[in-house]
């Protein structure tokens, strides 16, 4: 069963803390995503990576920091630096080329303690 | 600036009737769009989408209207259906552009028995 897997479902982080959530697809996907969504607000973009290796800065990108040494795997680190990390976070993929009709994982949830 | 407007943030409908969500765009070099049907924590699902040389897309009971003139969309839902109730996102991309995504605001559309 081809899909995209996100974990922790709920994550909590103190002040001061740099935390990492997991997303995993075995779709044979190329590109990948990380978005943000607010409540009231649309999903924002803040990192994705077309091909191994290489990442580029979304909207929003300040605050986080992402990696893609396999294909299958593009974690997201929400870093100190982001002072207000409360929101729902979901990954996302695409065949290379098809950047438009993007598959989600069922996202992470992130609170600040 | 939000160059994706979703101005309805909530819409009722009895089941049964039709289910019109509308969407707003202000760049001028979008020319493919996309809806998206989220429930809550869980990923948006693909929904229908439509390209910039069609004003109209059918797929059973869901039909996408883009009137270019007015960098309007709208998304037809007929007949409503209880399970139609979620939060539906309207996305635009330049496909000859950066071809990222650009998000609306989302319309929670609940389908009233």
């Known amino acids: 069963d081809g899909g995209i897997t996100q974990s922790p479902k709920y994550l909590f982080r103190k002040e001061g803390q740099n935390v990492t959530l997991s997303c995993e697809q075995n779709?044979?996907?190329?590109?990948m995503y990380w978005y943000r969504q607010d409540p009231g607000q649309g999903l924002r973009l803040i990192y994705y990576?077309?091909?191994?290796?290489?990442?580029q800065k979304g909207d929003i990108a300040e605050g986080y920091s992402v990696s893609r040494e396999k294909k299958e795997s593009f974690p997201l680190t929400v870093t100190s630096a982001q002072k207000n990390p409360t929101a729902f976070y979901l990954c996302?993929?695409?065949?290379?080329?098809?950047?438009?009709?993007?598959?989600f994982g069922s996202g992470t949830q992130l609170s600040v303690l | 600036d939000q160059q994706v407007k979703q101005n309805s943030p909530s819409l009722s409908v009895q089941e049964g009737r039709i289910s019109i969500l509308n969407c707003d765009y202000t760049?001028?070099?979008?020319?493919?769009f996309l809806w998206y049907k989220k429930y809550p924590a869980e990923g948006p699902t693909f929904l229908i989408s439509?390209?910039?040389?069609?004003d109209k897309n059918e797929d059973g009971r869901f039909t996408v209207f883009l009137n270019k003139s007015a960098k309007h969309l709208s998304l037809h839902i007929v007949p409503s259906q209880p399970g139609d109730s979620a939060v539906y996102f309207c996305?635009?991309?330049?496909?000859?552009?950066?071809?990222?995504?650009?998000f609306g605001t989302g319309t929670r559309l609940t389908i009233i028995p």
């Open positions: 779709l044979n996907h190329d590109a």
């Open positions: 990576s077309q091909i191994v290796n290489d990442f």
């Open positions: 760049n001028s070099m979008f020319d493919y």
């Open positions: 996302a993929s695409t065949p290379r080329g098809v950047n438009e009709k993007l598959f």
């Open positions: 439509i390209s910039s040389i069609k």
């Open positions: 996305a635009a991309s330049a496909r000859f552009g950066n071809e990222k995504l650009t």
